[in-house]
């Protein structure tokens, strides 16, 4: 899987903000050194004032440009992967044993499909992608062999997100059953799906 981070988070730093403050401050001075000396002299104009005013003006105008911290683009929207890979993983359940799982998800960047087994339960699926958003890619898994409701039901749908430290070392699953099964939704399952060695 490859994780990539489009945008970085924008906003206010110490570094970014003190030559603002610097050369604002200096052209307030510069004018009001200016002024000062020309009314010393007699020729003070009435439009020195004015300009020592603009130029407070501007000062509090750069630093509030400068200080504004614009809002980061969610981390979500911002991480399109790719989750071409094999991945395992242990799932556990509240009403029977937990059970192994192994899928190979097969990814070009815009739709993903993958195969999966679950040699536990003597299962296999296909995973079909119905959505993308952001870094969630969200598939109906149809299961292939052999159809046995009392081993593996059809028609359910799967979720993976990028997971683990880096980011996209792991996958974060989640499985919920089809509503002819659980039509109320009550019963889910989750997992971590590791890359196989």
């Known amino acids: 899987m490859t994780v ?104 070009d960047g815009t739709t993903a499909s993958a195969t999966a087994n679950y040699p536990t339960l003597s299962c296999a699926s296909t995973w079909a992608q119905t959505a993308r958003v952001g870094s969630t890619i969200t598939f109906l898994e149809t299961i292939t062999e052999p159809f046995d409701p009392a081993q593996c039901s059809t028609g359910g749908t799967i979720t993976i997100t990028p997971n683990g430290d880096p980011v996209g070392s792991t996958l974060a699953w989640t499985y919920q059953y089809a509503l002819t099964i659980d039509p109320n939704g009550a019963f889910s399952q989750a997992t971590t799906l590791y890359p196989v060695p």
């Open 4 to 107: 990539v981070d489009c945008l970085p988070i924008t906003g206010t730093d110490a570094a970014s903000f003190l030559p603002v403050v610097l050369i604002s401050v200096s052209l307030v001075m510069v004018g009001m050194t200016l002024v000062l000396v020309r009314g010393r002299a007699g020729r003070a104009r009435p439009g020195g004032r004015a300009a020592i005013v603009a130029l407070v003006v501007l000062l509090g105008v750069t630093m509030a440009g400068a200080g504004t911290v614009h809002p980061a683009i969610a981390a979500d929207a911002c991480m399109p992967f790719n989750a071409t890979g094999s991945w395992q993983g242990t799932v556990p359940t509240t009403f029977s044993p937990p059970y192994e799982e192994s899928v190979t998800i097969v990814d």
